[in-house]
T-cell receptor
């Protein structure tokens, strides 16, 4: 059972455009939703995270939109740059110090110059 | 920010041999460490959760006798792939949870294992 569904699988965006990646979850016990960025041959790095008590969180060019009733959340990358080309993973976990993170399937983002 | 290191970064071994991968938290104490496996163009799959001083908790389908995990200190966890076979070739990534930062997990750079 795939607990966190992510789409699209791949995405091509022109430089300066907006990149949008969507995720949906099933388990209503999840209460922490991080996004990770991974470059080839590297480990994932935390990009931004949100809790379900807010509907939006913005950090620089990156924004998470969260819809608790629909059990969906998305990542928006504004003014996308070639350096943003990477694989992005959404994830979810239940809030405790011992909880594990469930990853989405990933989105390969390419920003065309 | 917090740093997690892995050693080695790449390893090639012959089929049937054992390989040990180290994961270290460099500037914080990690009461919990996680081990993931990532096949090419796929997501990270959790293999096991390791708590300092206790036995690791393995995910369903992961052979505990094949993937030995030791978490002997608050800054070091090791994953040993025993009797490695070509199908074990993968990218192994650890993460460490900072006990003071709740859900924040810091990921290591990964170890590429190739079994010939």
């Amino acid at each position: 059972q795939q607990q966190v569904k992510q789409s699209p699988q791949s995405l091509i965006v022109q430089k300066g455009g907006i990149s949008i990646i969507n995720c949906a979850y099933e388990n209503t016990a999840f209460d922490y939703f991080p996004w990770y960025q991974q470059f080839p041959g590297k480990g994932p790095a935390l990009l931004i995270a949100i809790r379900p008590d807010v509907s939006e969180k913005k950090e620089g060019r990156f924004t998470i939109s969260f819809n608790k009733s629909a059990k969906q959340f998305s990542l928006h990358i504004m003014d996308s740059q070639p350096g943003d080309s990477a694989t992005y993973f959404c994830a979810a976990s239940m809030g405790s110090s011992a909880s594990k993170i469930i990853f989405g399937s990933g989105t390969r983002l390419s920003i065309r110059p | 920010g917090a740093v997690v290191s892995q050693h080695p970064s790449r390893v090639i071994c012959k089929s049937g041999t054992s390989v040990k991968i180290e994961c270290r938290s460099l500037d914080f104490q990690a009461t919990t460490m996680f081990w993931y496996r990532q096949f090419p163009k796929q997501s990270l799959m959790l293999m096991a959760t390791s708590n300092e001083g206790s036995k690791a908790t393995y995910e369903q389908g992961v052979e505990k006798d094949k993937f030995l995990i030791n978490h002997a200190s608050l800054t070091l966890s090791t994953l040993t792939v025993t009797s490695a076979h070509p199908e074990d070739s993968s990218f192994y990534i650890c993460s460490a949870r900072d006990g003071t930062a709740q859900e924040t997990q810091y990921f290591g750079p990964g170890t590429r294992l190739l079994v010939l």
